[in-house]
């Protein structure tokens, strides 16, 4: 089964807008960790931000903030004043630490174009 | 800030032949993670490694071994390749330190199989 979704189609932003990409996650563990990854046509894989299941506060990192619903399970990402170097693929990803290993679940991703 | 190396960048093989991805964590860096992304797909988890030894193994072919060094760099050995095996490989690393556990990925390694 999916633990990760990820369902919007592509979108289209306007440059200084803010965009929220939406992910919702499937799991019983109660200790896991929530990671977003950028991945812009080059292909390289970069780190965003990282919630925690127990943290107490929504994380933030620049313009990067994310959206955590513990008990509807979901973790959106939201980028404010969208800047072209923005377009790229976004990866919503799920850690289980309980089960012993560090494994990342990835969703499917949400493409984002960012317009002049 | 030192990244994740790996090597080579790209690479092209013909069915059958064999491969060998080489990966240097961050400095530091303990534990190893070795990712297939296929073409428009998300990564998906092969092996893991930490402190030299394989630490979780997903969906990784029998045909790929893998292996981390003293140095704490892996290798990702692919033999009889096939087509299907074509893909985005990245390596990633991270610290236990804290409980983030962040994994920060390399470039990736590009593979394409004629």
């Known amino acids: 089964a999916q633990k990760i979704t990820q369902t919007q189609p592509g979108m289209f932003v306007q440059e200084k807008e803010a965009v929220t990409l939406d992910c919702t996650y499937d799991?019983?563990?109660?200790?896991?960790?929530l990671f977003w990854y950028k991945q812009p046509s080059s292909g390289e894989m970069i780190f965003l931000i990282y919630?925690?299941?127990?943290?107490?506060q929504n994380a933030t990192e620049g313009r990067y903030s994310l959206n955590f619903q513990k008990a509807r399970k979901s973790a959106n990402l939201v980028i404010s004043a969208s800047q072209l170097g923005d377009s790229a693929m976004y990866f919503c990803?799920?850690?289980?630490?309980?089960?012993?290993?560090?494994?990342?679940?990835f969703g499917k991703g949400n493409q984002v174009v960012v317009i002049p | 800030a030192a990244g994740v190396i790996q090597s080579p960048r790209h690479l092209i093989k013909e069915k059958r032949e064999t491969a060998t991805l080489k990966c240097y964590p961050i400095?530091?860096?303990?534990?190893v993670y070795w990712y297939q992304q296929g073409p428009g797909q998300d990564p998906q988890f092969l092996i893991s490694?930490?402190?030299?030894?394989?630490?979780d193994k997903g969906s990784i072919p029998d045909r790929f071994s893998a292996q981390q060094f003293s140095d704490y760099h892996s290798e990702l050995n692919m033999s009889s390749l096939e087509l299907g095996d074509s893909a985005l490989y990245f390596c990633?690393?991270?610290?236990?330190?804290?409980?983030?556990?962040?994994?920060?990925f390399g470039p990736g390694t590009r593979l394409t199989v004629l």
């Open positions: 990633a690393s991270s610290s236990p330190s804290g409980t983030e556990d962040t994994q920060y």
């Open positions: 799991t019983s563990d109660p200790s896991y960790g």
């Open positions: 919630q925690g299941s127990y943290d107490q």
């Open positions: 990803a799920m850690r289980e630490r309980s089960y012993g290993n560090n494994r990342l679940a």
């Open positions: 400095p530091r860096h303990d534990t």
């Open positions: 490694f930490y402190e030299k030894m394989q630490s």
